[in-house]
Structure formats: structure tokens, C-alpha cells
């Protein structure tokens, strides 16, 4: 906020156009790079902050579709573009950080080959089981797997299987990981009951409002919104956490000028109410409002957790 | 035929160097492909050794579609140096002279026409990038 | 089941001058994307999205059925002119449509297939209409175990398909599952064959490999064709009268398999993770071994193209049962339309029916408008193919690639789908030159992933012993019928050739 007071006086002062981009202007189209395919949530909310910031600052967008690895593809293109400022690419930190820290070699890239702008959104991942299931909470699932001899847990991402690592490392709960393509594979299952809980990013909430699941624990560090009394994995004894955030980045070395302007008009098409409902919709959150550097401290915490997660 | 067996070879050969390996799982990475390996070395040297099923090849054909596929692959590398705009006209005007066509109002329709509506309709108008 | 007034209601707000016009306007542009090779109805819809943000829930989501419905028959009409289909599902059109093209009948084909598309969307959209709920809650209940003995079983009607050699199938097939093995591998996510290609890591891209092995393998070989006996018109346009129309007898006569066509697509596409064009060839397969009516099947069939069609376009009114009945999207086009609902602030969910019953059934009234639309417009769009096919072969194919090209960079984001999708020509020529069956390679892909992975899950549920395969009475089933069918399919194929 004060960044903005400040910079808003200096342009006031420098251009008097009432703009606090004044001082940094693109020489053409902005290309916003999307990790994902078209048609996605991480396509639609891109294509929304890039016709937001459009709109706030007159300035062109150009949304691109690369998607290939959760975003690897996209990020390995951007860090060989120059960085005026003129290309950002918009992905998800866990396919990047678990990359990173299991394969650093054969990545092109690491955490300093680029600038970071801001967070767009924090994924909720919640473990949920059928509403019938006998058990409420991680506690209950160990002891129902211990009984059951194994039970069957659906995860459509590697750090939720590290994590059930985690768990039956410390309890021997058993828990068996069934590997799933996405969030609604996982629902499916359980609903069809053919398995006895799994991880979900947003596609559970209307099951739980209409009382087909429950939540059993958060896998972020925090609880979620929606679900206030659900206790998080760590508050249950489990000290291990997910947080994937969707995030906006440019290649390193941006002139710190370009870096604010852009990072603020981020930050204001974030805040506008229909980029608010869209992240609400598709992700089951507020949109997330950390800056350069906060972003830059979230992915090095970041891959200091996965490394954990690794057991690195 | 045993090009069946070798290529099953090679995939044995290639496996260890391109896959990783996980300790857990019923399935590892390596399972299907493994699999798919030895379905291949057995069912190529079946048919190497009773060859079956028909085969159609027309020397000239071939050539000229091994042609055309090469200039396809150079139009593709020429689009990512020089954008789509130059390029596609240039590869549709070497394919209408592979075909040999002659008439010039097709002509024109087919090297000029095509690629610029297309142009039009792609960036222009619905707002997605083409090289 | 909401109150009849709000079902009336629902229908009376698809029934208006502007949704219909949104209708056509969508089912318009589906057919045309659907028959340029390279550009499908779900790139399109993917294209649309954005453009539907200022458009009324409703109008918004009509258009978008309208668009994928389109692009159902869409991608017949290439399949049956040029021999290179529109949309995978339309491959297996293409083997008695393009005959029956070459025999100066392209019209018929295509009013055939129109007519069969139809039929089989309007039977599967009855079917959600009346029975989403219940038929979700059965879909639910087919599990990782179900859906892999599914596959298998849907493996051994298609592999009535594999030709005049069953090695040569066999290894057709088993590259085919090779090929699909590139990418992460869906158990551990460790990447495998990607040869330093991150763009590989998701897996060899099914639109580059669909479009490369069905569209421009063709469109190679017709180039050189053209070179070599100069130019021609791609297919002759003879006769009028009979040749061009499809009677009521003909029509009738393929009451059977479209039938049939309609109940597989609509089991299918119920059930997430088989698809539309295993759908339709798993049709075609069955329709072939029954009685041919005159014309053998590749010979230009018209059953041949009745079964394949009605089939493929069952799947798109069924894909929606999961995602009304349960929020859950059955395949990729349905999940666009949940982002789509998503974006106009409707989730979607089991309470859908409760909270948004008007505009279900202003959706259902929408589909139906749409299928009445897809026959009417679909008249006016075939005399313009076969208007626009006069034009000479040297203008309709370097063309048709130039869409492959741009349709699959579109797709997959970069130029290296399209290097890949000329590779996946490059082999599908050679291929074809060998012996292969490509169709039997392009099946064995498109399963590939959903097969390794659903193969991992029962591994995981049934502890790794086939034994217990005995506590899914489905799934058991199921492989009986697989073994069943291989064996009658087997002795029947053998006995006719």
C-alpha cells in the first residue's frame, strides 16, 4: 500500500497523468504466457487479470496457451526471452518446486532465473471421505486404516502422495495412495465409494454443501474459508503442508521500474470484483495479494517445505 | 520384417537411459513400457519369420510424399524464424507447384487467399497469437 | 424432479428469438471448425469461452452445445470427401464414407451421416433429459476396476477391426500403447521418454498425433497423388435424383445399427474415460459383422457410416449425465462447459437440479433446439462442401494443411505439436505402406494413458491378485463378455473372409 501511495505521488509529480505506470510503458503487446492448456481455470482466470489489467492501464495483452508439465514447458521458454517486461508467464508453484528439488539437474531453470510479480490465487487442497465413512479426522482415518489393513486414498499430485507418506511414516497408518488425473477422477471415487477419502482442490465444496462428503482435514498451512472448524493436516499432529499458489512471473534481471509497474497492475486487476468471483468460482478462495518480494520468500519457503515433503 | 525385433531391441536399449526409478508401487514407470518391449520382440520375429498381411509400396509415391513431408517440416521451422504471415504463402505456393497446378486464379486463391483470411481470422479477429 | 411449471419454464427461456439465434449461430460455426481438419469443436469452444463472459447464462451455454453439437457432424464431412476426417471420432466414418464419395454419392454420405448424427444425439439427449440422476449414480459405481475391464472389453470388439493380419494389428497396437506411455507416467509422475522435450512431459499430444496420423498422412498422399495424375477434381460429382438422397427405406433400413450406435455412444459417454472415438469404431466393429444390406462394409456402406455416426454423436448428450447428475465432467468438452458455468457464477454440483432447475432444463430445451438446428443447418452446410470441394485438389490440400497447421499450433500452444504432428504423418504413412493399421495404433493411443493408469488403481484396490476380481461382479462380467466377444468376433471375421 505505501509502495503505491509513493509511487502514485511520483508520477503525479513526473507526468502528471494520474498513473503509476507513467514511468515504465511497453513498447507493444504484453505476451502473458499461461503453463496450462486453453479452456482451463488456469486459462480463463489468466485471460481475466490479462483483460483487467488491459482495461486499467491501456495497455495490450496477448494471453498464450503453453502448457507441457504443469507449467515446466512454459517456464523453460521464459527464462530465454529477454526481460523487458514485455512476456510473463502465470503457473502453479508444486510441479515447479517438486521438479526443482528432485530433479534440479535437468531442469533449465531454478528459482533465481526469474523476477517474481505477484500471487494470483492459494489452491485449497482439503482431504475429504464419504459422508458415511466411520471415521472425521486424520486420527480416525489412521486408526480405520490400521484396522482395514490399508486404506485407499485417491491423490491427483505428487506432493499429496508425500504427504500420505509423511503420515504413515509417523503413525503406520498404512494408507494406500491411488494415483487419479485430476480433482474430479478423486471426487468421483469417492463418491462411488471405491475409495475411503481423497484430496480435493474446490471440486468437493458443493458435495460437502450438499452433505455427499466431509472434510477431514486442510492441507494448506491454514484452514480453509468455507470450512472454519476443520482442523489443518498440522493441527492434527502431522507437522507437513501443501500450499500450491498460482503465480505470475517474468524472466530475471526485469528493470526495477517495469518490475513495480507491473507487479501493481497485477496487484489492482486482482482486486477488481469480477476477477474476485472468478478466482471465488474456480478456485474456492480470495484472490492472493503478495508482491515481488513477498512472492519471491513464498516459492524459497516453498521449496524448502517440498524438500521436506522429499524428506531432503 | 525383423526391423519389428530391432526396434524392440532399441527399446530395451532406451528405457533405462530415459526412465526413473521409483521404489514403490505395483506399477513402475518402467512395467508397461517393458511389456510393450517384449510384445514387440516377440511379435517381430513372428512375422519376420511368417510374413503376413499386405504391403504397398510405391517407390515414386513415396518419394514425393517424403518430398512434400520436407517441405512441410521446413515450413514449420521457417514459421518459427519468420512468422506465419510469410511463411504459410511461400509453403502453400511450393505445394500448389509440387501439384503442378497451372490455372492462375486457383493459384492465387490457394497461396494468397487462404493464408491471409486464415491470418485474419486467427490474430485479428479472435485474438490468438499464430507464429 | 422440479415442478412441471419450472420445466416449462426452463423451456420456455431456451425457446426465445435470441437463444435460437445463438443456436444456430454456434451449430453454424461448429460445423464449419468440425470439417476443417486440425481445428475441432473443443478448440473452438476453448476459443469461445472468453467471447460468451458478456452473454446471458443461458444464451451463453446454448451456444456452446451449439458449437459442440455442430462440430459432431462437422467432422464427417471431410471424412467423407477427402478421406481425412474432421474430428478423430469421424476416422471411422471415413472407411464407407469416402467410397461411397469416390462412387459420385458424396451428397448422400453426408445426409446420411446427417441423419445419423441426429438421431444418435437426439436418443442420448432423451436419455440424460429423462434419466440423468439415477444413470449418474450407476456411473458412479463403476470404479477403476469396472472402467479397465471395460476398456479391455472394448479392446476386443475393436480388434474385430484389426485386418488381414492379426501380428501386424497386434504391433500396431502395441506401439500405439508404447506411444502413450510418453510423459509422466500417471503412478509415480516421473517423467519417461521425454528426450530432454519438456513439452513432452504430458504425454505425446493426442491432438498432434490425431491430426497428423488421420488428416495429413492423407493429405501427403494426395498431394503426390495430384503430382502424379495431374490435377482433379478430389471426388467426382455425378448423378442427381436418387443418388443424391437418402430415402426413408435407406433410412429405415439402418434403423439396427444406428440403434446400436446410439445405445454403445451413450453407455460410453456415461461412463468418463472411453470416449468418442473408441465409441464409434466400437459400433462400426459390431455393425460389420452383422448383415451388410448390399454394399459390403469399406466399400461404401451406408450402415457403415449410420453405425459410426450415431455412436459418436451419442457420446456428447450422454457426457453431460455425470456432469448434471453428479458436477463431475465425463470429457474434455464437458469440462469446458463447467468452466463455462464457472464463469457465470454457477457451480456445478449435485444440488445443480435443486438450486438451478430452470436453467437445466432451459439447457435441455437448448440441446434439443440444437439437434433440430444441426439437421436443418446441416442441409445448407453440406451443399456448401460440396460446392467448395469443385475446387481443384492443388487448392483444397495445401490448404487443408495450412488449417492442420494452424489448428494444432493452436492447440498445443507452440510449433513443436507441429513438428510432432508431421512426425506422426511420416509414420502413418509408412505405416500404411507396411501393413499396419493405423486406425488399431490411433485406438490403442487415445486409451493408452486412462488404460496404465486404471491398470495402476485396481492394482492398488484389488492388492495386486486378480482373485479378487471375484468381489466386482461388473468388472467380472465384463471380461467374460470381452472373451466372449473376441472369440465369436474371431470365428465370425474368419468365417466371411
Given at each position: 500500500m505505501k509502495i503505491r501511495t509513493i509511487l502514485a505521488a511520483a508520477a503525479l509529480a513526473v507526468a502528471g497523468a494520474g498513473s503509476a505506470m507513467a514511468e515504465w510503458a511497453p513498447s507493444g503487446p504484453i505476451k502473458l504466457w499461461i503453463g496450462f492448456g486453453a479452456g482451463g481455470e488456469t486459462d480463463t482466470l489468466g485471460r481475466l487479470i490479462a483483460q483487467k489489467m488491459g482495461e486499467s492501464t491501456g495497455w495490450d495483452f496477448v494471453v498464450e496457451n503453453k502448457p507441457g508439465g504443469g507449467g515446466i514447458a512454459m517456464f523453460t521458454q521464459l527464462q530465454a526471452v529477454p526481460a523487458d517486461g514485455m512476456t510473463l508467464g502465470m503457473g502453479v508453484t508444486m510441479p515447479v518446486l517438486v521438479n526443482l528439488t528432485i530433479r534440479p539437474d535437468e531442469i533449465p531453470f531454478n528459482l533465481d532465473s526469474f523476477d517474481y510479480l505477484h500471487t494470483v490465487a492459494l489452491a485449497q487442497l482439503a482431504i475429504i471421505a464419504p459422508a458415511d465413512a466411520p471415521f472425521d479426522d486424520l486420527a480416525g482415518l489412521v486408526e480405520y486404516s490400521k484396522e482395514k489393513g490399508g486404506a485407499l486414498v485417491a491423490f491427483d499430485a505428487k506432493p499429496q502422495e508425500l504427504l500420505m507418506n509423511f503420515v504413515n511414516g509417523q503413525s503406520e497408518a498404512g494408507l494406500k495412495p491411488v494415483s487419479t488425473k485430476s480433482s474430479a477422477e478423486a471426487l468421483q471415487q469417492v463418491l462411488g465409494g471405491h475409495v475411503d477419502a481423497a484430496f480435493n482442490a474446490g471440486a468437493h465444496i458443493p458435495q460437502l454443501e450438499a452433505g455427499k462428503v466431509k472434510m477431514i482435514a486442510s492441507a494448506n498451512a491454514v484452514r480453509h474459508s468455507y470450512a472454519p472448524d476443520t482442523a489443518t493436516v498440522q493441527e492434527q499432529g502431522f507437522d507437513i503442508y501443501v500450499d500450491p499458489y498460482f503465480y505470475i512471473a517474468a524472466p530475471a534481471g526485469l528493470p526495477a521500474e517495469a518490475k513495480t509497474a507491473l507487479a501493481e497492475a497485477i496487484g489492482q486487476a486482482l482486486m477488481a470484483e469480477d476477477t474476485k468471483t472468478a478466482i471465488m468460482n474456480a478456485f474456492h478462495t480470495e484472490p492472493s495479494d503478495k508482491g515481488p518480494d513477498e512472492t519471491k520468500k513464498m516459492l524459497e519457503d516453498g521449496l524448502v517445505n517440498v524438500g521436506m515433503l522429499f524428506g531432503k | 520384417m525383423a526391423v519389428a525385433a530391432f526396434g524392440a531391441a532399441l527399446i530395451l536399449w532406451i528405457m533405462p537411459a530415459h526412465t526413473e526409478t521409483v521404489s514403490s508401487g505395483w506399477i513402475t514407470p518402467q512395467t508397461l513400457p517393458r511389456a510393450c518391449g517384449i510384445a514387440l520382440i516377440g511379435l517381430g520375429l513372428w512375422l519376420a519369420v511368417f510374413p503376413g498381411g499386405k504391403v504397398e509400396i510405391d517407390g515414386k509415391e513415396a518419394a514425393l510424399c517424403a518430398l512434400v513431408a520436407a517441405v512441410s517440416a521446413a515450413g514449420v521451422w521457417g514459421m518459427g524464424r519468420f512468422g506465419f504471415l510469410f511463411v504459410a504463402p511461400v509453403l502453400a505456393a511450393t505445394l500448389v507447384a509440387i501439384i503442378g497446378e497451372r490455372r492462375w486464379p486457383w493459384i492465387v486463391a490457394g497461396i494468397a487467399a487462404a493464408p491471409v483470411s486464415i491470418w485474419l481470422l486467427v490474430p485479428v479477429l479472435l485474438g490468438r497469437p499464430l507464429p | 424432479m422440479p415442478e412441471l411449471s419450472v420445466i416449462l419454464a426452463g423451456f420456455g427461456d431456451a425457446f426465445t428469438l435470441v437463444n435460437l439465434m445463438f443456436v444456430v449461430l454456434g451449430v453454424a460455426a461448429g460445423q464449419m471448425v468440425g470439417a476443417?481438419?486440425?481445428?475441432?469443436p473443443i478448440m473452438a469452444m476453448a476459443i469461445a469461452i472468453p467471447f460468451t463472459f458478456a452473454l446471458d447464462p443461458l444464451v451463453a451455454i446454448s451456444f456452446l452445445v451449439g458449437i459442440n453439437k455442430g462440430g459432431l457432424f462437422g467432422g464427417a464431412i471431410p471424412a467423407i470427401?477427402?478421406?481425412?476426417?474432421?474430428?478423430?471420432?469421424?476416422a471411422a466414418t471415413a472407411i464407407d464414407g469416402h467410397p461411397l464419395a469416390r462412387k459420385g454419392k458424396p451428397v448422400k454420405a453426408m445426409k446420411m451421416a446427417l441423419y445419423a448424427s441426429v438421431t444418435g444425439d437426439t436418443v442420448s439427449d432423451l436419455v440424460l433429459i429423462t434419466l440423468a440422476a439415477p444413470l449418474a449414480g450407476l456411473a458412479l459405481k463403476m470404479g477403476p476396476v469396472e472402467i479397465l475391464a471395460l476398456m479391455i472389453f472394448a479392446f476386443s470388439i475393436i480388434?474385430?477391426?484389426?485386418?488381414?493380419s492379426l501380428v501386424k494389428g497386434l504391433i500396431a497396437a502395441v506401439l500405439g500403447l508404447l506411444l502413450a506411455t510418453v510423459g509422466l507416467d500417471p503412478e509415480h509422475g516421473t517423467p519417461r521418454f521425454y528426450f530432454g522435450y519438456f513439452q513432452l512431459f504430458d504425454g505425446a499430444s493426442l491432438v498432434s498425433v490425431a491430426v497428423g496420423m488421420l488428416a495429413v498422412a492423407e493429405i501427403f498422399r494426395r498431394i503426390a497423388g495430384a503430382r502424379r495424375h495431374g490435377p482433379q477434381p478430389a471426388v467426382p460429382l455425378t448423378g442427381d435424383g436418387a443418388a443424391r438422397r437418402v430415402s426413408w427405406a435407406e433410412y429405415w433400413g439402418c434403423r439396427g445399427v444406428i440403434a446400436r450406435g446410439a445405445a454403445i455412444g451413450t453407455v460410453l459417454g456415461a461412463i468418463p474415460g472411453i470416449g468418442s472415438t473408441a465409441a464409434a469404431f466400437m459400433s462400426y466393429a459390431s455393425a460389420r459383422k452383422g448383415?451388410?444390406?448390399?454394399t459390403p462394409f469399406g466399400e461404401g456402406s451406408l450402415r457403415g457410416i449410420a453405425a459410426t455416426e450415431s455412436a459418436n454423436s451419442a457420446v456428447m448428450g450422454a457426457n453431460l449425465i455425470p456432469l448434471l447428475g453428479i458436477g463431475i465432467p465425463g470429457s474434455i468438452g464437458a469440462a469446458l462447459l463447467i468452466s463455462a458455468f464457472m464463469i457465470h457464477g454457477i457451480q456445478p454440483g449435485p444440488l445443480l437440479f435443486e438450486t438451478q432447475a430452470r436453467l437445466i432444463y432451459g439447457l435441455f430445451g437448448a440441446m434439443l433446439m440444437a439437434n433440430l438446428m444441426n439437421l436443418l443447418v446441416g442441409q445448407v452446410s453440406l451443399r456448401f462442401w460440396s460446392f467448395v470441394i469443385r475446387a481443384p485438389e492443388s487448392v483444397i490440400f495445401p490448404v487443408a494443411l495450412l488449417f492442420c497447421f494452424v489448428g494444432v499450433y493452436l492447440s498445443t500452444g507452440g510449433l513443436f505439436g507441429v513438428g510432432l504432428m508431421l512426425v506422426a504423418a511420416v509414420l502413418s504413412y509408412v505405416m500404411t505402406a507396411l501393413g499396419f493399421p493405423v486406425i488399431v495404433f490411433i485406438i490403442a493411443f487415445f486409451l493408452g494413458e486412462g488404460f496404465e493408469r486404471s491398470l495402476s488403481q485396481s492394482l492398488v484396490i484389488l492388492d495386486a491378485n486378480p482373485?479378487?476380481?471375484?468381489?466386482?461382479p461388473v468388472a467380472l462380467s465384463l471380461l467374460v463378455l470381452a472373451a466372449v466377444s473376441a472369440v465369436w468376433l474371431g470365428r465370425r471375421g474368419g468365417g466371411t473372409e
Open positions: - | - | 476443417i481438419p486440425g481445428i475441432g470427401l477427402i478421406n481425412t476426417p474432421g474430428t478423430p471420432d469421424a480388434s474385430g477391426l484389426i485386418g488381414d448383415p451388410d444390406g448390399g482373485v479378487n476380481v471375484v468381489g466386482h
